[in-house]
């Protein structure tokens, strides 16, 4: 099988490289990655030589790249990671969002639908659903309620992903999954970022009083459950993919300071958490929490790595990759963290 993976130089694409090429061992694995600031070729180096592994750098939105590249390859299966990712940054500017997130796809579809691929995963997110209160779970029936132009822009995606399977048969299936954490995350993120900080001696900026609610996803099930969607997933179908772990921001910040205390690390320099004005205002979910039991019936996924076994293992990989932490960071982190945290950060 020959596989497209876009946006594999990123967190949850670089992982789900690495889990392919350790479980099929007969799979060739085509990246296409146009290097945005998320994207780092650091974090593939040691499947570099690899003859099952090749990268492309090109942008999907490329219509004439991606129509040659699928005319080349002759790709039997795409999963379609590339995106701009981070709901901070799509306050601050849409359009790379609209470009990457919708035109992009909307491009692969098109290439998808005439070189005839077997199968067409959409790597989308629960962010489409909206937000929940103090109760509830969203399931795949769930209306698609979307409040940053992030959102808005994956859940787009995922209607043209619909009308593709509708209008032409390509053989879309969707993932939606809640926030990940783990080894290569960009430091925008919560956790990183508030890694980082800890370790620089800089102050952790929680957004409000810190009281919304993620369901955190260790991104190896993650990567476990789209890869068993790849291979037996129903076409034209949307799989929730979640941690059934929910948290509040400030337990997942203090458990973090926790685990560096632990290591001894900050104990000259205990972290100092700033409740600042939240950057997202009415855009900011309160809550999300998703039903899986669709995976789980249809497919036996759950999801096996603990919250406290997990953090503390991507903790202790941001402290033995600090140097890769410093290498992602460019000029532009710089002026991105001024524009979000201002004199707060
Ligand atoms: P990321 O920001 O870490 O990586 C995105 C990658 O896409 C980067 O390597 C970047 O260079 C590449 N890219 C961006 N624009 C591109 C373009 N036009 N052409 C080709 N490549 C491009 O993102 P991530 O956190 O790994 O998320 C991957 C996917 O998973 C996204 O579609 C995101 O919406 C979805 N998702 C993420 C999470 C999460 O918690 N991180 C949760 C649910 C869904
Ligand atoms: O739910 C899935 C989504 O999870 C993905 O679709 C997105 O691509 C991914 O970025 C993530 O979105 P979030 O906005 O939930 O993740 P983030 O890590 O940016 O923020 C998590 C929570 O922490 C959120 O409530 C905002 C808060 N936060 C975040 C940062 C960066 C802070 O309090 N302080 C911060 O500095």
């Keep these: 099988m020959k596989i497209l993976i876009t946006g594999g130089c990123g967190f949850i694409g670089s992982n789900f490289i690495h889990y392919v090429l350790r479980h099929h061992e007969d799979w060739q694995v085509v990246n296409l990655d146009k290097l ?11 499947v570099e030589g690899d003859p099952r592994y090749k990268f492309v750098k090109g942008d999907i939105a490329d219509r004439e790249l991606v129509s040659r590249l699928f005319q080349e390859e002759k790709f039997d299966a795409v999963v379609n990671f590339a995106a701009e990712s981070h709901v901070d940054r799509s306050i601050l500017d849409p359009s790379p969002f609209i470009e990457t ?6 491009v692969l579809l098109e290439a998808a639908r005439q070189y005839k691929v077997e199968r067409f995963i959409q790597i989308s997110t629960d962010e489409v659903y909206g937000s929940l209160g103090e109760t ?23 209607l043209l992903c619909r009308a593709y399977y509708k209008a032409y048969g390509v053989p879309v ?4 999954s809640s926030n990940n954490y783990g080894p290569y995350q960009f430091p925008e993120k ?10 620089a001696g800089k102050e952790l900026p929680v957004y409000g009083e810190g009281k919304n609610v993620r369901d955190w996803l260790y991104v190896e099930d993650n990567c476990r459950a789209i890869d068993l969607v790849l291979e037996r997933g129903r076409v034209g179908e949307v799989y929730n993919i979640g941690g059934n772990c929910e948290k509040r921001n400030i337990e ?24 600042i004005k939240d950057p997202r205002g009415a855009a900011h979910d309160y809550r ?19 919250f406290e076994h997990g953090l503390k293992r991507t903790v202790e990989w941001y402290l033995a990759n600090q140097a890769w932490m410093e290498s992602v960071i460019t000029g532009e982190y710089q002026e991105y963290y001024q524009k979000v945290y201002g004199a707060n950060g």
């Excluded at 399931?139 to 822009?153: D, F, G, H, I, V």
């Excluded at 299936?173 to 939606?176: E, G, L, M, P, S």
């Excluded at 203090?254 to 560096?260: D, H, K, S």
Aim: charged share 20%.
């Design 101 to 106: 997130n919708v035109k992009g796809t909307q």
């Design 190 to 199: 919560l956790i990183p970022l508030m890694i980082r900080n800890a370790l």
């Design 288 to 306: 999300y929490a998703l039903d899986c039991s669709k995976i789980k019936s249809a497919l036996g996924w759950e999801p096996q790595v603990s």
């Design 173 to 176: 299936i969707i993932t939606r």
């Design 36 to 46: 945005t600031y998320a994207g780092n070729l650091a974090n593939l180096k040691d």
């Design 252 to 275: 997942v910040v203090n458990a973090i300071c926790e685990i560096l205390k632990n290591h001894h690390l900050t104990q000259h320099l205990t972290p100092k958490i700033r409740f």
């Design 136 to 158: 509830g779970k969203f399931t795949e029936e769930s209306p698609l309620q979307p409040n940053s132009p992030y959102a808005a822009s994956k859940a787009a995606a995922d």
